[in-house]
DNA sequence: TCAAAGGGTGACATCAGTGTGAGGGTCAAT
DNA sequence: ATTGACCCTCACACTGATGTCACCCTTTGA
């Protein structure tokens, strides 16, 4: 598919998928005219890419994280160095971080509303 | 306490305290000479904020959702109006999304760090 | 055949979160 | 009285993700 249909499938601007693709977070071949030509997955990984982006990760990690996120992954276990493991462990853990930020954060602001919603119920 | 404590005990950098600041998310009173003089609950107030920067919420949606935060909360309610309550429940149901996203990501990075593990025991 | 829609590159702009440095006060210890 | 540590403001710079615009090519349909 072309870069037009990618864009509206994943709802994102055409911009950005040519910036990921800078970045080397999606690939895509070349028709013989020159435009981006993508297979069918690239719609997901695009999804995924994105709402890692919107959880905070940079691009450079997220080009790190990908590799996990293959099937099938044995494919890709023979490029994985020792460097990669604690790379990789370490955004592991940074990421629990962020689950239990955001969770904290997530009950508070529940709470909140819970408690306003009573209160105009109240008066 | 004067900012150097604060930065020391929250290892974060002046510089961006007065940034903080300066975003409205947290307050300062002032020192006959001028320094900047903070309360104990700042402390966790900036772990609170650095936290929320770093799962990528903007200082503008985090200014909104410190009152949230404040214990005891009652005094806050007041100043509520339908409009940020709209707004909060927003924000609550992306962070939901996120969090969903970020546990998806985690555990396949943690699953994808298993493998490698097996693969190397194996060879 | 011409216009419109879609593609390509490149570059500059913006915004938020930071870094960093200049230039200048305050205060405590020597 | 001076030094050094700490504080102030102001301001310019950078990075990463994005918007936007300029300029040119290709394909398709009236």
Do not use: F, W
């Not at 890709?76 to 160095?81: A, E, K, L």
């Not at 306003?116 to 109240?122: K, L, N």
């Amino acid at each position: 598919m072309r870069i037009g249909e990618l864009s509206t499938r994943t709802r994102t601007p055409v911009r950005l998928l040519r910036y990921y693709e800078e970045q080397g977070l999606i690939a895509s071949d070349r028709l013989p005219n020159g435009y981006r030509d993508y297979e069918e997955y690239v719609v997901d990984r695009v999804l995924q890419v994105r709402g890692l982006l919107d959880v905070g990760l940079p691009t450079r990690i997220i080009k790190q994280i990908l590799p996990c996120l293959n099937t099938p992954r044995t494919i890709h276990m023979p490029y994985v160095t020792p460097d990669m493991v604690a790379t990789l462990e370490h955004e592991r853990d940074r990421m629990a971080e962020k689950i239990e930020c955001l969770t904290k954060n997530h009950r508070a602001v529940t709470d909140y509303l819970d408690a306003v919603r009573r209160d105009i119920r109240a008066s």
